[in-house]
């Protein structure tokens, strides 16, 4: 049950106060719950000058390096700020190769779940496979997004066919996973190429947890957005004490700045695969 952060806006901010400062605040976030601690990891990650994107990562966690997180809070100045605490998945390793944001061709990219059938994701990725450098089911995730990102070149339907493509191939190799009844827990993601912010809310099969670390009455599967002045953000959990609206998975979520403003777009996904209508946790 990792823990997911963005910001955009339309010109260089820091995030300090969400990060670090705030009453839910993602720092607080890893260990907030000593029974649920996101103890495997963290990293933040911001686009610099030249549009290129900075990361700066740790295997220990957060709670444990609180003042190295609160300094690279202060030097993520950018239009962009991506931040992730992790709860591995079970069998990855833990150490900064695998902490988050993963980055590839300009991408950074941050993901909350379990991929099960990651080996069988990893051998359709083609070429993309070779840019492979951990075995994380996160990593694998980044490849198979960027695959589907060349070929229809819009992260919405980027992310939609990495959710038909997982089930395409679970319908050849499930009975390797007999405890298993979907490919994967949680897709929810959100990735950037320092111009946007695009994001998937869905999970088909239950996770370690029922409910959010800070608010309990909020799925731990469905993500929530907010302005906070001219910044666009978008969590795992509402992070202050101000106005959060949740997304209603399965959905797409982009937010794009246009000028002074930040143009959000959603898109309501109606997903069939080749079992049929694809589960959705949240709904269940």
């Known amino acids: 049950m990792c823990r997911l952060f963005a910001q955009i806006s339309p010109r260089p901010e820091r995030a300090r106060d969400l990060l670090v400062d705030s009453d839910f605040s993602l720092l607080r976030q890893s260990d907030w719950d000593p029974a649920n601690p996101q103890k495997d990891g963290w990293g933040l990650a911001w686009f610099g000058a030249d549009g290129r994107p900075r990361v700066r990562k740790s295997g220990k966690p957060a709670s444990s390096e609180r003042a190295l997180f609160e300094r690279t809070s202060e030097d993520a100045v950018s239009g962009v700020v991506l931040g992730h605490i992790r709860a591995a998945s079970a069998g990855i390793d833990i150490d900064e190769a695998h902490a988050h944001p993963f980055q590839d061709d300009g991408w950074i990219f941050i993901h909350n779940g379990t991929i099960t059938i990651h080996r069988e994701v990893a051998k359709a990725l083609g070429p993309r496979r070779a840019s492979l450098k951990t075995d994380s089911d996160s990593e694998v995730y980044l490849q198979q997004f960027l695959k589907h990102l060349c070929a229809t070149g819009d992260a919405s339907r980027a992310f939609e066919e990495c959710v038909r493509e997982d089930w ?11 405890h298993a009844c979907a490919p994967y827990t949680s897709l929810n993601a959100i990735a950037s190429d320092g111009k946007g912010l695009h994001a998937l809310c869905h999970a088909a099969r239950r ?13 731990w599967s469905v993500m929530s957005f907010g302005m906070r002045g001219g910044r666009f953000v978008l969590a795992s959990e509402g992070i202050d004490g101000g106005e959060w609206e949740r997304l209603v998975p399965p959905e797409t979520i982009s ?30």
């Open 168 to 178: 395409l191939l679970w319908t050849g190799c499930r009975d390797l996973y007999p």
């Open 207 to 219: 996770g370690p947890a029922e409910h959010s670390i800070c608010r309990l009455d909020q799925p």
């Open 255 to 284: 937010a794009v700045p246009t000028g002074d403003t930040i143009e959000v777009r959603r898109r309501a996904l109606r997903l069939e695969g080749p079992l049929g209508p694809i589960p959705e946790v949240s709904r269940q």
